[in-house]
């Protein structure tokens, strides 16, 4: 099982920027495809966006491209989320997980999740 653990959520005006950031200890995450999801309050869980192993393709929602950036950073062993243009939609906890697939469109077969990182867009 692939221990993963999301940081850099926190309180951000609208129109704000935060970088969120995924670390895995005891293993090297540029073998996994990774993926972001979120879940806002009363809502179902969603994919956000996805990199892919190897080729590091990237995947984003409607909702959130343009304005959201994933990226690795292999000597760091670490993915991010870079997140601009925030809305108060975008308010939700935010999950690094581990896809069995990731393309330009779409991921699918997610296997192990994190705890999450509560993103909250408000003024």
């Known amino acids: 099982q692939v221990e993963l653990v999301e940081s850099g959520g926190g309180l951000v005006q609208p129109g704000g920027s935060l970088r969120l950031s995924c670390a895995a200890s005891?293993?090297?995450?540029?073998?996994?495809?990774i993926a972001w999801f979120r879940q806002a309050p009363g809502k179902e869980r969603e994919g956000v966006s996805c990199i892919s192993r190897g080729n590091d393709d990237t995947y984003y929602a409607d909702s959130v491209k343009g304005r959201f950036t994933i990226s690795r950073d292999k000597a760091k062993n670490m993915v991010y989320l870079q997140m601009s243009s925030l809305k108060p939609e975008d308010t939700a906890v935010y999950y690094c997980?581990?896809?069995?697939?990731?393309?330009?469109?779409?991921?699918?077969?997610?296997?192990?999740w994190g705890k999450g990182t509560l993103v909250t867009v408000s003024s």
């Open positions: 997980a581990t896809p069995s697939v990731c393309t330009p469109n779409g991921y699918y077969g997610v296997d192990d």
């Open positions: 005891a293993f090297h995450l540029d073998y996994y495809s």
